[in-house]
C-alpha cells in the first residue's frame, strides 16, 4: 500500500536558518507528491506540488525536488522565518485511479525570533 | 467565494450518540473528500465524492459511518453510537476534478466522545 514517512518534530530553528524537513514515500504507480501546510487555528492549505520524476515544485520561498531514486521529497528553504511555524505534511497521491491523498504524520516546525 | 466550510466546529457528546457533520465544499468544485485526523497523526483518508456519487471509501470508514452528498453540493457525514475512538478531527475538502490537483481544505470539526 501507499505511505509517507516524515521527520518527526517539533523542529526547532532560529529565524534565518536553513530548512529541510525530510520526506520519503512508498506507492503504486507514479504519485503526485505534496507538501501542505497548517498553520496555528487554520485549515490545510497546499503549499507545493510536483507530478513527476525531477518536478522541482516551489512557493513561499519553499522548494522540494520530486526524485523517484530515492523516492523522496525533501522540502527545504534558505532562510526561515517565526510566520513559518506551522505543521507541516508530506502526501501523496497514486495513480491507477485512486484519488484519495496519503498524508504522513506532520512535522511540527518552530522558529524562534 | 467563502472557501471550504465546516459545521459545527466543535461537538461534545456521549458514547453511544449519534452525530452529524455538515461540509460545504467551493461551489464549482465537483469532487469532495472527508479526512479523520487524530492528535499527532497526519490526516487519513475516509471517502469521496463526485458530484453526489460516493466513487471511493476508505477500510477505515466502518459500517457506523455513513456519508452522503445527495444534490452534489453540500455533505454530511453521520457517525451512529459513537465511541471514544471516534474521537477526532474531521476534515473536508474539495476539487475542481481530476487535472485541478489541488486540495481545500476546510478548518474541520473536531469531535469529542465521552
Known amino acids: 500500500g501507499n505511505s509517507v514517512t516524515q521527520m518527526e518534530g517539533p523542529v526547532t530553528l532560529s529565524e534565518e536558518a536553513f530548512l529541510t524537513i525530510n520526506c520519503t514515500y512508498t506507492a503504486t504507480g507514479y504519485p503526485s507528491l505534496f507538501w501542505y501546510v497548517q498553520y496555528p487555528g487554520e485549515g490545510l492549505q497546499l503549499l507545493l506540488k510536483?507530478?513527476?520524476?525531477?518536478d522541482k515544485g516551489s512557493n513561499k520561498g519553499f522548494e522540494a525536488t520530486y526524485r523517484k531514486e530515492t523516492t523522496s521529497f525533501h522540502l527545504e528553504k534558505g532562510s526561515v522565518q517565526v510566520s513559518d511555524s506551522a505543521v507541516y505534511f508530506c502526501a501523496l497521491r497514486s495513480g491507477g485511479g485512486a484519488d484519495g491523498l496519503t498524508f504522513g504524520k506532520g512535522t511540527h516546525l518552530i522558529i524562534q525570533p | 467565494d467563502t472557501g471550504v466550510s465546516q459545521n459545527p466546529r466543535h461537538k461534545i457528546t456521549k458514547r453511544g450518540q449519534n452525530v452529524t457533520f455538515r461540509c460545504d465544499p467551493i461551489s464549482e468544485h465537483n469532487r469532495l473528500y472527508w479526512y479523520r485526523q487524530t492528535l499527532g497523526q497526519g490526516p487519513e483518508f475516509l471517502t469521496y465524492f463526485q458530484n453526489e456519487a460516493q466513487l471511493e471509501k476508505s477500510r477505515l470508514l466502518s459500517d457506523r459511518f455513513s456519508a452522503e452528498r445527495p444534490k452534489g453540493s453540500f455533505s454530511t457525514l453521520e457517525i451512529q453510537r459513537t465511541e471514544q475512538g471516534d474521537s477526532a478531527m474531521y476534515l473536508c475538502?474539495?476539487?475542481?476534478?481530476?487535472?485541478?490537483?489541488?486540495?481545500?481544505f476546510g478548518e474541520g470539526s473536531r469531535l469529542t466522545v465521552l
Open positions: 510536483a507530478t513527476k520524476a525531477d
Open positions: 475538502a474539495s476539487r475542481g476534478g481530476p487535472n485541478t490537483g489541488e486540495l481545500f
